[in-house]
C-alpha cells in the first residue's frame, strides 16, 4: 500500500490558478497509474487526469481538457496536477489517487479496472 498525501487546495476566483501536489510514501512504488480524482455532492466522484507511470501517457477528462495538466517528479515520488483557467464548476474535493503496488489499470482518467490506494483530499473553491 502506497500512503498519498494531497496538498496545495484553496480557493480562487474564476480564471484564476492552483497547483495541487500529491506526495507519496510507503516501501513500494504504486501501480501502472496515477491520478487525480474529484468529487462534489451533484456529480459524485469524477476522474479528472491519470497518468501512466510506465510510458508517460496521460488522460483528461473532457471537462478539464487544455485547463489542466497532471505530471509527475518521480524522484521527489510526487504528482502534481496544475489546474488553470478554472471555472466554478471546478470547485470539489480532489483526491490523488494510486493503483495499487503490483496491479495494472485499464487506463483512462478514472483509473478503471484496478484496486487504488487514495489520499484525503484537498479542498478547491472557485468563486465566480
Known amino acids: 500500500q502506497v500512503h498519498l498525501v494531497e496538498s496545495g487546495g484553496g480557493s480562487v476566483q474564476a480564471g484564476g490558478s492552483l497547483k495541487l501536489s500529491c506526495a507519496a510514501s510507503?516501501?513500494?512504488?504504486?501501480?501502472?497509474?496515477i491520478g487525480w480524482f474529484r468529487r462534489t455532492p451533484i456529480k459524485g466522484l469524477e476522474g479528472v487526469a491519470a497518468?501512466?507511470?510506465?510510458?508517460?501517457?496521460?488522460s483528461y477528462a473532457n471537462s478539464v481538457k487544455g485547463r489542466f495538466t497532471i505530471s509527475q517528479d518521480k524522484a521527489k515520488r510526487t504528482l502534481y496536477l496544475q489546474m488553470s483557467s478554472l471555472k466554478p464548476e471546478d470547485t470539489a474535493m480532489y483526491y490523488c489517487?494510486?493503483?495499487?503496488?503490483?496491479?495494472?489499470?485499464?487506463?483512462?482518467?478514472?483509473?478503471?479496472?484496478?484496486?487504488?490506494?487514495w489520499g484525503q483530499g484537498t479542498q478547491v473553491t472557485v468563486s465566480s
Open positions: 510507503g516501501h513500494t512504488d504504486s501501480g501502472d497509474y
Open positions: 489517487a494510486a493503483a495499487r503496488p503490483g496491479t495494472h489499470c485499464i487506463g483512462g482518467a478514472n483509473l478503471d479496472g484496478c484496486p487504488k490506494d
Open positions: 497518468l501512466n507511470t510506465i510510458d508517460g501517457s496521460t
